[in-house]
């Protein structure tokens, strides 16, 4: 079954690169896109993309920590943006700097540890429910952030689905401050100093060395945007 997938998948990429080769265009691009990326702003290069009306399918993978940069390196993907992992080393593969993401932890203002006296140390945050998101890597070779010896866990599969949850006070964790920034700001959700420092994490964005076809290409050169690489980082608020 394996060896008749791979095949099919060989085909595949023969007659695709036929059709690229006779148009310059992809018969489709496959995005995988990090969980701290906005989903807001890549609608919007979406919409911008589909303007042009190339004759290009899109694929968007939702990817998570590790999982972002494997989609790159099985296939399954032909660009990836939010990369926390550097794959300056990985062979085949380019990739140039988004910028840097803080991770601040933050529970909503009912939740116990809202009134905990700061700095918060582990011992004190064992007692407590994490919210934690499940690394998208299908290798077995995934991340694993935050979490402590016999702390009580509760994992979902996107970062949207960590913040509804901390917004609930069904637990709390780290967050990307560019996604909590606005909560914060409406109290809907506080920081928390822990013992330990802040992470830090810069972000990357990836594809294949291989000369790009005029969607990627296109998808190169909006990401080339200050502006847009920004508004990836940061446009997170939806109300």
């Known amino acids: 079954m394996r060896e008749g997938a791979r095949l099919l998948q060989q085909v595949d990429a023969v007659a695709n690169r036929v059709r690229r080769v006779a148009t310059g265009w992809e018969p489709e691009l496959r995005i995988a896109v990090d969980g701290v990326i906005s989903r807001t702003t890549m609608l919007e290069l979406i919409e911008a993309f589909y303007a042009i009306k190339p004759p290009t399918r899109l694929k968007i993978i939702d990817s998570i920590l590790a999982g972002t940069l494997e989609s790159l390196t099985t296939g399954r993907a032909d660009v990836a943006i939010g990369v926390a992992v550097d794959a300056s080393n990985v062979s085949g593969l380019q990739q140039l700097d988004m910028g840097e ?27 407590h429910r994490l919210i934690a998101v499940a690394d998208s890597s299908r290798s077995g070779h995934g991340l694993t952030l935050g979490v402590l010896n016999g702390q009580d866990v509760l994992t979902v599969d996107t970062m949207q689905a960590k913040l509804q949850a901390q917004l609930r006070g069904i637990g709390g964790g780290s967050l990307p401050d560019n996604m909590t920034l606005p909560y914060l700001r409406s109290g809907q959700l506080v920081e928390r100093e822990l013992m330990r420092p802040a992470r830090k994490i810069r972000l990357r964005y990836a594809w294949h060395n291989a000369t790009p076809g005029k969607a990627l290409q296109w998808w190169l050169d909006q990401l080339q945007s200050p502006t847009t690489r920004d508004s990836l980082l940061n446009n997170h608020y939806v109300g």
Request: glycine share 0%; charged share 20%.
């Open 101 to 127: 993401i803080t991770f601040r932890y933050v529970v909503a203002p009912h939740h116990p540890l809202a009134d905990e006296l700061q700095p918060i140390s582990d011992d004190v945050l064992r007692q």
